[in-house]
Nanobody, 130 residues
Framework: QVQLVESGGGLVQPGGSLRLSCAAS????????MNWFRQAPGKEREGVGC????????VYADSVQGRFTVSRDNAQNTVYLQMNNLEPEDTAVYYC???????????????????????WGQGTAVTVSP
């Protein structure tokens, strides 16, 4: 059974950091592109970034470029989202997702509409506030 479980969210002050984890089970994460999305209150879900299975390259949304980093630990079957210099605008529920497409690549910021049939975690909430 495919399962994704996010963790690491919480309340942080502006300028602070958090590291989100997405633990995978039921499949071997290293063979698939993994994606991070977020949904802020009252807004549509948006892509944050992704990491390619083949070479570990990553792509980020402009809003997080230079502040967020996606990485993976294949031994732990876990993907991470390191978030630095957090801003109040980063407040959202963060989700990881994969479509288990063996040929999938991380070549552009993931579009949530392309992942409606994908596997999603339950999300972890991040609040950035003084």
């Amino acid at each position: 059974q495919v399962q994704l479980v996010e963790s690491g969210g919480g309340l942080v002050q502006p300028g602070g950091s958090l590291r989100l984890s997405c633990a995978a089970s039921g499949f071997t994460l290293e063979y698939y592109t993994m994606n991070w999305f977020r949904q802020a209150p009252g807004k549509e879900r948006e892509g944050v970034g992704c990491i390619d299975a083949s070479d570990g390259s990553a792509v980020y949304a402009d809003s997080v470029q230079g502040r967020f980093t996606v990485s993976r630990d294949n031994a732990q079957n876990t993907v991470y989202l390191q978030m630095n210099n957090l801003e109040p605008e980063d407040t959202a529920v963060y989700y990881c997702a994969t479509d288990l497409d063996f040929a999938g690549t991380c070549s552009s910021v993931p579009d949530p509409s392309s992942y409606e049939s994908a596997y999603w975690g339950q999300g972890t909430a991040v609040t950035v506030s003084p």
